[in-house]
């Protein structure tokens, strides 16, 4: 039977339609368009040691001019945030974060911080900044009761350690360290010898980054050394680290001392605490710089003249600690020792209730 006209055209559009759509008339799976993927989200920017540390000063700069939706931005939703021993709660999540940066901004209305010191290791970053402001407002202890305005000012050098995220643009955990007795002397709260108000001339902070350096990696190997000798109890051991001219600066210390008085006061401190040790949570380098990060502990079982123990009071202590150092020929030329002296004083029974 011969297909009539009709037929011959439907067949001819037939073939037409498996020409151009194969897939929809049985063509091999080879021949078959596959659907478009779906694009990719862009890589996270990750960044380098200096950008990192541009990245951290920006951060500071967002604090220091309040503009709190960009300083916000710079933490991780769940970052972990503690004030050192000052005896307040570890804060969790950025709404903790920012809640206590208003609370202090809200005590020192004009507080800034200014940079001397920021060094870089992968996702460990370690400053130093000086605080300084003016008591205006009321201020949180670590009772929950409140200070009111003093109008006093305060100026005090405070080491924050933070941990970023593998970006390096989050902070996931940050820790600050200073002193409680130099502000509260500062502003007249405590009649105990302090550092008075100091001011930073810095221009802009001097930024380090890890190197990996046969030299770096010495001077990590030395502190871990000296830590070594410390808790052997050997004072002159210990002291062998340091440089004739070594400038060493306890936070907690009214004042800056040489090599000579750095040596002096170990040993005392040994006859103090015969069972001193110092414990390293961590040791990093960072160009001619070395941080160690770690824990106090001892027994007060004798006099000591550093903090007007005059007799012993039988305490433990337990006192966290991160210190600085820079290195020079294998001696340390400058040495930044963190902790709070409240929280010491306060274990050993010092404080007056």
Not at 123 to 143: E, K, M, R
Request: charged share 15%; with cysteine; hydrophobic share 40%.
């Amino acid at each position: 039977m011969e297909a009539g006209p009709r037929t011959v055209a439907r067949s001819a559009l037939l073939v037409l339609a498996c020409l151009v759509f194969a897939a929809g008339c049985g063509a091999p799976p080879s021949q078959q368009q596959a659907a478009p993927a779906a694009a990719a989200p862009p890589a996270p920017t990750v960044l380098n040691a200096p950008e990192r540390a541009a990245w951290y000063q920006n951060c500071w700069t967002q604090f220091n001019s309040r503009a709190w939706d960009r300083f916000k931005a710079c933490y991780a939703d769940s970052v972990e945030s503690e004030q050192v021993n000052s005896g307040q709660p570890p804060g969790k999540g950025i709404d903790a974060v920012l809640a206590s940066a208003k609370a202090f901004t809200g005590a020192f209305p004009d507080v800034k911080g200014t940079g001397e010191l920021i060094l870089v290791n992968g996702d460990t970053i370690l400053s130093i900044y000086v605080l300084n402001g003016t008591h205006s407002g009321p201020l949180a202890g670590p009772g929950g009761q409140s200070m009111p305005a003093t109008g006093k000012p305060i100026g005090f050098p405070q080491a924050h350690l933070i941990q970023t995220d593998a970006t390096g643009t989050k902070v996931v955990k940050e820790e600050f360290y200073s002193d409680s007795a130099t502000m509260m002397a500062q502003l007249g709260q405590s009649p105990n010898p302090a550092r008075p108000v100091m001011t930073s001339a810095m221009a802009a902070p001097a930024v380090v980054t890890k190197r990996g350096t046969p030299a770096e990696m010495s001077n990590v190997e030395s502190a871990r050394a000296q830590l070594a000798a410390f808790n052997s109890h050997d004072a002159r051991a210990t002291a062998a680290f340091d440089a004739p001219d070594a400038l060493l600066r306890v936070v907690a210390a009214p004042k800056d001392m040489t090599s000579e008085e750095s040596l002096a006061g170990t040993i005392d401190m040994f006859k103090a605490f015969p069972d001193a040790k110092l414990t390293s949570s961590s040791i990093w380098g960072a160009g001619d710089y070395v941080v160690v990060a770690g824990r106090f502990d001892g027994t007060n079982t004798g006099p000591f003249a550093a903090m007007g123990i005059k007799k012993a009071t039988g305490k433990p202590v337990a006192v966290r600690y991160v210190e600085i150092t820079k290195w020079a020929g294998g001696k340390i030329k400058e040495d930044w020792l963190f902790y709070d002296g409240m929280a010491f004083a306060g274990q050993l029974g010092l404080l007056k209730k």
